[in-house]
């Protein structure tokens, strides 16, 4: 497995078709395994993927969709022989895109793309890795949570959902996150960050690796900071391409605008301005 | 599969598919892919994305949305501004397996000057195309929009450079045929259309428009019969070459444009949804082509 | 679920959906579908398609080629002439169980007056649209893309009637915002936007225009983008009421124009997938406007 | 049953959804069978349907289709309790449309308008009805043939396909129908007009029902016009709305252009330019 400084594994030049295993519903989302006959076997968490409907991808609602959508790796599973992966993606429907894709059964091709952008560096040996996910945000981290164990390194894992349906996610993790939901359905009543600055508070040598909505990586910002814990956000921006051609998935930086899907998606929150 | 070699403005390409400006960053996607880009590169002659002497950010996000087979954009010409695109830029542009032509914009009559002579200079570009597409700071009106200030604009640049000029006309003229008319008398070698529709979207959750510069840009499928409809108008009017675009997203697409009256054609949106979709294009326009001779030699039977 | 009743320059209206002149026969529909069409007609004001004084046969077939979510017509405005319009097809139409507009195209000055003259003298007629803008007709898009010749078409006829006068504008204009505010200063008492986006196709089996009159125009969800655009340009512009259309298939799109600042919208293409899209897109229309009222509510407890 | 001087039974003002209840192979055709559950029970032969898929109508080759297809419906078994029909339609897959009809499967939904346009006037009490179709013209014969038979007119009737896989069609009518094909690998070879002369040249006390490709159409005009042998084609023309909104699907007759949608598109020989 290489760990250049830049977390990204290359990805094969063009549009391929993979297929569709499975796809299971996980609570309020989708888990969709597929066979990538060709891809790298090995991405690097926090890396992703764009997906299309092999077929039809187009005429839902409102005559769309029509861009391949851009999905985190959930996690991967090299084939014998070096090449080819299974790759797993969460998804939740929330348009035209995600709800095609929930229709796949298995057998259906997948046309993919990736993997793509810049994952998770290794955290310094100094500072203990902690994971924190907000919703379907939790999808990167699943893959990220496998390698630090299988690399010694577990980490503490922080979950924060709306309710019981979409904590079923938490499932999916090899070791018994801490979990959150909005309504108390399921672990603590809250959010997320409050049991973060707990952590936090009680051992601030960590270094954070966040993917979540918006209003939460803001949250999960503030309270890093304030602490002076560095932290790895995992943003999402809408895109078209997914490899630098569009110019259109840019969020502010301290050097002016950077491309989510080649200067990101993980970016260190120093760098955000 | 892979088409014939052709010439555009005596430059020889190794096929008739180039890109849209703006619509492929061969520096990005060779970090995404690596070498495999080069290895086999999708386009016969690679067009860097619009330049301008100053620097720009671009426009705020959100940049990007989708519309009916196509999308809205208004990415507003980000770009690292003459002096350090020469510097940083072009020595990896360079290096491409394709000629490069090098798309201009200014926003007076001396920035483009400034521009067209300073790329004009440089080796290692072959083309430059100037997009007209844009407001005259001095009279306001899109220079594009009007044959007078196109043919006024081409003149001034005509004498600076040997390379060959190609305009790239604007959509929101009234008589594009005109426009086009009036680059070649000013000494275009080439015209390259069409530029995105302008658009907008509304964002249902807010009732506001959905991106940053509240309008945008149209392209994709969505445009290809209105870009088809205006290269055959160019075509009926102009001997130059045209560069025909607009939607084109198979090697059935392409063949219309050069039906049309194109001599080449560029890929824009397609290249979003496959970054080989280029490539792909070529080999269909290839079988297509081959399957044509194979009939009229039928024929001529 | 209906919406509210509104009103269209002084017309009372049951709703907020017009149709697309052109778009919608509703003489053959009730041919088709009987007394049922009248029991749940799907607009709330009727448009008829555009009369010219002589009759028309419109233009050679293939009139129809499908686009990526749209569609291209050359149908070239075939009518029956004023007269006979009158006379055979007004005494059905004016049974029809909402208000009626009729929309006229001149190829002169003259022949305009002579319409809006007449039609405007006929009882049962509640608005008179003028199209100055059909891109089939060569004069319409030169009148409709030039405001100093729409706003004296207009000026012209404003005397001939007391009935609200709406101008439907031409996409092809460079600025139609400033053809809607020459048409306001004139005395217009709507505008409605957009006509098609000049297109064209080719048929792959010829390599040929697929249309008998080698070029059309571009409708449906392809076009929304364009129009919304268009829409927001005019409202940022006139004071007059804003008929909204391009590309219309749900409430979401017809909100979508409101929010850009229509006033009223009206369906074209969509009508042909469905001759009840009209009553859909209303019922639609209604819950998102309920389910907006009901927000706010809530916010301001 | 109405048997009205003009043949067209009403159709409800709005696009329905039916249910697909099998789609057979019949050769190089597809036989769609579905359930029409307020349609009228009696459309006339020689009347069309509006057909789309109910979901993803769209992202097919070149972002199509967009536009509902027209279709002559087959058979039609009118359901107990005198509501809703059983309606069957042959296919050819020759695009996009008909592609994506052809993909329907037992259970989908199907949306459709109609009955629309003018079917088959009944033949004069003394002219012998005469149906001739070519390839998938034969479609609306079926139905026809069938309603002869029930009223003690059974017709003549001539097929003609390119091959074999194409005249199994054939097969769906209820009497052993004379069958030519271009190649000879079933029946005479040939083109259909060849029988048909012959036996009009046998017996002119004919009128002809013809519905076929536009070059066998023209012959079979010109065959019946030099026999003085009274015709009614069932034309085809590229259509939007099917019910007279567009004036896109015209033919040019005596008297101008007519709407094969509205006007036919079942015309009198006679009256077409
Ligand atoms: C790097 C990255 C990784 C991601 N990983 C995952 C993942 O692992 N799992 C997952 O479920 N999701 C993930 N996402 C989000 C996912 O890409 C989006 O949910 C998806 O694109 C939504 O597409 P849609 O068609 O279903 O919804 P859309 O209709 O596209 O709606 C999604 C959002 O887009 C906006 N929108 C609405 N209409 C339009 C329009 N016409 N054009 C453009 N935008 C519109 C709205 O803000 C809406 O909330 C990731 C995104 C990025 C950038
Ligand atoms: C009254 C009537 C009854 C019919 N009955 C039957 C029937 O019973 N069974 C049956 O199989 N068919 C029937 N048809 C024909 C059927 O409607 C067409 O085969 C169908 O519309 C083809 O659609 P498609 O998308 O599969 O093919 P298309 O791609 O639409 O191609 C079909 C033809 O349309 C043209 N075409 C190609 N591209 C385009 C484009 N972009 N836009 C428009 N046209 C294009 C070409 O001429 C092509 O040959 C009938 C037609 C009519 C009018
Ligand atoms: C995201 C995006 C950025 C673009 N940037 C430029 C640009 O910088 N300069 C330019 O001349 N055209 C630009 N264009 C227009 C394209 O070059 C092309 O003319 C247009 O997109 C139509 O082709 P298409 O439908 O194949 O995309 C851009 C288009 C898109 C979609
Ligand atoms: C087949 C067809 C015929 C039309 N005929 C007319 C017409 O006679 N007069 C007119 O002003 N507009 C005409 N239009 C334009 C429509 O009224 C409308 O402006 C345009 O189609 C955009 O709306 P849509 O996308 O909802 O169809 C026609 C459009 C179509 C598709
Ligand atoms: S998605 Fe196109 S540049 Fe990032
Ligand atoms: S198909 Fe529209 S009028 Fe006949």
Same mark, same amino acid.
């Given at each position: 497995?290489?760990?250049?400084?830049?977390?990204?594994?290359?990805?094969?030049?063009?549009?391929?078709?993979?297929?569709?295993?499975?796809?299971?519903?996980?609570?309020?989302?989708?888990?969709?395994?597929?066979?990538?006959?060709?891809?790298?076997?090995?991405?690097?968490?926090?890396?992703?993927?764009?997906?299309?409907?092999?077929?039809?991808?187009?005429?839902?609602?409102?005559? $769309?969709?029509?861009?391949?959508?851009?999905?985190?790796?959930?996690?991967?599973?090299?084939?014998?022989?070096?090449?080819?992966?299974?790759?797993?993606?969460?998804?939740?429907?929330?348009?035209?895109?995600?709800?095609?894709?929930?229709?796949?059964?298995?057998?259906?091709?997948?046309?993919?793309?990736?993997?793509?952008?810049?994952?998770?560096?290794?955290?310094?040996?100094?500072?203990?890795?902690?994971?924190?996910?907000?919703?379907?945000?939790?999808?990167?981290?699943?893959?990220?949570?496998?390698?630090?164990?299988?690399?010694?390194?577990?980490?503490?894992?922080?979950?924060?959902?709306?309710?019981?349906?979409?904590?079923?996610?938490?499932?999916?993790?090899?070791?018994?996150?801490?979990?959150?939901?909005?309504?108390?359905?399921?672990?603590?009543?809250?959010?997320?960050?409050?049991?973060?600055?707990?952590?936090?508070?009680?051992?601030?040598?960590?270094?954070?690796?966040?993917?979540?909505?918006?209003?939460?990586?803001?949250?999960?910002?503030?309270?890093?900071?304030?602490?002076?814990?560095?932290? $790895?956000?995992?943003?999402?921006?809408?895109?078209?391409?997914?490899?630098?051609?569009?110019?259109?998935?840019?969020?502010?930086?301290?050097?002016?605008?950077?491309?989510?899907?080649?200067?990101?998606?993980?970016?260190?929150?120093?760098?955000?301005? | 599969?892979?088409?014939?070699?052709? @010439?555009?403005?005596?430059?020889?390409?190794?096929?008739?598919?180039?890109?849209?400006?703006?619509?492929?960053?061969?520096?990005?996607?060779?970090?995404?892919?690596?070498?495999?880009?080069?290895?086999?590169?999708?386009?016969?002659?690679?067009?860097?994305?619009?330049?301008?002497?100053?620097?720009?950010?671009?426009?705020?996000?959100?940049?990007?949305?989708?519309?009916?087979?196509?999308?809205?954009?208004?990415?507003?010409?980000?770009?690292?501004?003459?002096?350090?695109?020469?510097?940083?830029?072009?020595?990896?542009?360079?290096?491409?397996?394709?000629?490069?032509?090098?798309?201009?914009?200014?926003?007076?009559?001396?920035?483009?000057?400034?521009?067209?002579?300073?790329?004009?200079?440089?080796?290692?570009?072959?083309?430059?195309?100037?997009?007209?597409?844009?407001?005259?700071?001095?009279?306001?009106?899109?220079?594009?929009?009007?044959?007078? @200030?196109? @043919?006024?604009?081409?003149?001034?640049?005509?004498?600076?450079? @040997?390379?060959?000029?190609?305009?790239?006309?604007?959509?929101?003229?009234?008589?594009?045929?005109?426009?086009?008319?009036?680059?070649?008398?000013?000494?275009?070698?080439?015209?390259?259309?069409?530029?995105?529709?302008?658009?907008?979207?509304?964002?249902?959750?807010?009732?506001?428009?959905?991106?940053?510069?509240?309008?945008?840009?149209?392209?994709?499928?969505?445009?290809?019969?209105?870009?088809?409809?205006?290269?055959?108008?160019?075509?009926?009017?102009?001997?130059?070459?045209?560069?025909?675009?607009?939607?084109?997203?198979?090697?059935?697409?392409?063949?219309?444009?050069?039906?049309?009256?194109?001599?080449?054609?560029?890929?824009?949106?397609?290249?979003?949804?496959?970054?080989?979709?280029?490539?792909?294009?070529?080999?269909?326009?290839?079988?297509?082509?081959?399957?044509?001779?194979?009939?009229?030699?039928?024929?001529?039977?």
């Amino acid at each position: 497995m290489t760990l250049t400084a830049e977390a990204r594994t290359l990805a094969p030049p063009e549009r391929r078709i993979a297929e569709v295993r499975s796809v299971e519903r996980i609570g309020a989302y989708d888990l969709i395994t597929a066979r990538d006959p060709i891809g790298p076997p090995d991405p690097r968490p926090g890396q992703f993927y764009m997906l299309a409907a092999g077929e039809r991808w187009g005429g839902g609602a409102g005559e $769309r969709p029509y861009l391949p959508r851009a999905f985190s790796y959930a996690r991967a599973r090299p084939l014998a022989g070096g090449q080819g992966v299974d790759l797993q993606f969460l998804l939740e429907e929330v348009g035209p895109g995600t709800c095609r894709l929930g229709e796949l059964v298995a057998g259906d091709p997948l046309a993919l793309l990736g993997p793509l952008g810049i994952g998770f560096e290794s955290p310094p040996a100094d500072r203990r890795p902690l994971l924190v996910g907000g919703g379907i945000g939790v999808a990167p981290l699943l893959c990220w949570d496998d390698e630090l164990r299988a690399g010694a390194r577990e980490p503490g894992v922080l979950l924060g959902f709306r309710s019981a349906g979409h904590a079923r996610a938490a499932d999916l993790f090899a070791g018994s996150p801490d979990v959150s939901t909005d309504d108390g359905s399921v672990g603590r009543a809250g959010v997320v960050t409050e049991p973060l600055r707990a952590d936090l508070e009680r051992d601030p040598l960590a270094v954070v690796h966040a993917c979540g909505p918006e209003g939460m990586l803001d949250a999960v910002r503030s309270v890093c900071g304030e602490l002076g814990v560095p932290a $790895r956000l995992a943003l999402e921006a809408g895109m078209a391409c997914g490899y630098g051609a569009c110019f259109g998935c840019v969020v502010p930086t301290v050097d002016g605008y950077a491309r989510v899907c080649v200067d990101g998606p993980v970016f260190d929150a120093a760098v955000l301005a | 599969m892979r088409p014939e070699p052709v @010439e555009l403005c005596g430059v020889p390409l190794r096929g008739p598919i180039l890109n849209g400006s703006g619509t492929f960053d061969a520096i990005a996607a060779h970090r995404a892919f690596g070498d495999a880009l080069l290895e086999s590169f999708p386009f016969d002659c690679f067009v860097s994305k619009t330049i301008t002497v100053a620097p720009r950010d671009g426009n705020p996000p959100p940049r990007l949305w989708e519309a009916p087979a196509g999308m809205i954009n208004s990415i507003g010409l980000p770009n690292k501004g003459l002096e350090r695109f020469l510097e940083l830029d072009l020595p990896q542009l360079a290096t491409l397996p394709v000629p490069l032509c090098v798309s201009v914009m200014g926003f007076s009559h001396d920035e483009l000057a400034t521009l067209v002579g300073a790329v004009g200079a440089v080796e290692d570009i072959g083309l430059v195309e100037i997009n007209v597409s844009c407001p005259n700071v001095e009279t306001g009106t899109i220079v594009g929009a009007d044959p007078g @200030e196109t @043919e006024a604009a081409v003149r001034r640049l005509r004498p600076l450079t @040997e390379k060959p000029l190609i305009v790239k006309l604007t959509p929101s003229a009234t008589d594009p045929a005109a426009v086009a008319a009036a680059a070649e008398a000013a000494g275009a070698d080439a015209v390259a259309l069409i530029n995105t529709l302008k658009g907008m979207a509304i964002d249902p959750r807010t009732r506001q428009p959905s991106l940053g510069n509240r309008t945008g840009g149209l392209s994709g499928p969505a445009v290809r019969a209105v870009a088809l409809e205006q290269v055959a108008a160019v075509a009926a009017r102009v001997d130059i070459p045209i560069v025909g675009m607009g939607g084109i997203a198979s090697g059935r697409d392409a063949d219309d444009f050069l039906a049309a009256g194109a001599s080449v054609v560029a890929v824009g949106t397609e290249s979003f949804r496959d970054p080989a979709a280029g490539r792909r294009i070529a080999a269909e326009l290839a079988a297509i082509r081959a399957a044509m001779r194979d009939a009229s030699a039928g024929a001529a039977l």
